[in-house]
C-alpha cells in the first residue's frame, strides 16, 4: 500500500484524502500538510459572537459530492433565509427582484426579451453534460489531463470554452449585448471579481450558481474539511511544504516531501503525493528537484480580490431610498462601471441559524459582506454605510486571473505525482474542486495498479450505458 502525502487542507486536500482512503482501502497512511489551518478559503469572521462566512458561500443544488459529504458527515444543509436581488448600475437599479417568480420573470422578458431564456438553454445544456463526470467516476474512470476529461464531458466543444468568453459564446447563441452588460456582468462581478471576458466554461458555472437553488453546510462549510480528515484518520501535520525532491528505488519513484514547521526545517519519503495547493511562482515558492525534464513554473497569474465583513447601518440613500425602511433587498450586484468601487454587497446571517432567526430590517445594523477588487478607503466605507461598529477585511488571491493563461494546467506532474489545483483554470467553485480530488485519486488508483483501461477511454457515454 502506498505511503501518501497530500499538500493542502483546504476542501481540495480534504476530499483527496478522503477518495484516496476510499479508493486504496482504509489501511493507506494518509499525511496531510497545511500550514496556515484546514478549511483554507472556507473560513469564518466572528461578529459579535457569531460566525459568518467570509468566502466560499453557496453551494449548486446539483453539487453531488458535496452533498454526500454533508450525507457521510452527518452535517445538515443550512436553512435558506429568503431575500431580494438588484443590480446597481452606480446611479440606478437595472434590475430588482420582487416577491413574485412571475413577476421576476416577466420582468427579465420585459427588458430582455428571448435572451433570459437563451441564457437558461443554454447554461442547462452546459450543466446536463457536466453532469456526466458522476456516472464515469462511480465506474471508476479517470482522466490525466483537464483537456481529456472536457473531452469525455462534451467533446472539442467543452475544450474551446475554456478558450474563448463567455461574452462571446452567450452573443453567438443570440443573446443581446445588453443582457450581457446588465446581467451576465454582475453575475461574473460578484462571483470571480472579473469581466464578461473570463472563459466560457467557467461563466457557465457561475451562471448556473447564480439561477439555481444553493445551499450552505449549517456551522460553517469548513465543516466538510476538518469532518473529511477526521473521518479519514489522516495525520494532518501542520508545516508548509517547501518543495520535492525525486528519489528512485526499484523501478518506481520515491517523493521527498520537505516541510517547515514551528520546529525547523523536516522532510519525508512518499510513494505517492497530490499537491492541492496552486503552484503559480505569485502564491508559492515550492521547488522541485531531481526531476527530468524538470517540472517548469506554471503559467497564469491570481486575481486579488477583497472580502470586507462590516457590521453597521447601510446607506441606503446612496441606492436611491432616502427612507431606510423602505429598502428591499439583500443582496446587491453591480454592472461593470469604471466608478463602482465595489463588486456585490450582502447581508449576510450566521452559519449556525436558529428557528427563531430573522433577517435584520433595513434600518437596523446589519452584517454586510462586501466584495471589492481593493480594500474600501473610509470615505467609500462612508459611501455605503451611515455608520458601523466594525469592518473585518480579508484579503484573497482567490481565483485564477483568467485571462491570464492560454493552456489548462497538468494533472500529472510525474509518475505519481499530481496536481489538484489546475481544475481552478477550467471553472472554480466548490464542486469543480471535490470532482478534481476524485479523478485525481481514481487517476493515482489506476496507474498504481496499472488498470490503464480505467483512463482517457474514449467514447465513454457509451461504455458507461453497455457496462449497466
Known sequence: ?????????????????????QHFGPQVQLDVYEAAGVGGRLATVTVNKQQYESRGASIHALSLHMQDFVKILGLKQRREVAGKSAIFSGEHFVLEETDWYLLNLFRLWWHYGISFLRLQMWVEEVMEKFMRIYKYQAHGYAFSSLEELLRSLGGEAFVNMTQRSVAESLLEVGVTQRFVDDVIAAVLRSSYGQSVLVPAFAGAMSLAGAQGSTWAVEGGNKLVCSGLLKLTKANVISARVTGISLHSSEGRALYQVHYESTEGQGSAFYDLVVVTTPLHPSRSNFTFENFDPPIADLPGAFQPSVTSVVHGYLNSSYFGFPDPKLFPFTSILTTDTPELFFHAMDNICPVNISAVFRRKQPQEAAVWRVLSPEPLDKAQLKTLFRSYYSVQVTEWQEYPRYDAAKALPPIVLHESLFYLSGVEWVASSMEMVAVAAKN???????????????????DLMHKVKTEL
Not at 500500500?1 to 482512503?21: D, E, I
Not at 493515482?444 to 483501461?453: D, I, K, M, S, V
Request: no cysteine; aromatic share 10%.
Open 1 to 21: 500500500r502506498p505511503l501518501v502525502a497530500v499538500v493542502g487542507a483546504g476542501l481540495g486536500g480534504s476530499a483527496s484524502a478522503y477518495f484516496l482512503q
Open 440 to 458: 485525481v485519486a481514481l487517476l493515482a488508483y489506476n496507474r498504481w495498479h496499472q488498470e490503464l483501461e480505467k483512463i482517457d477511454q474514449k
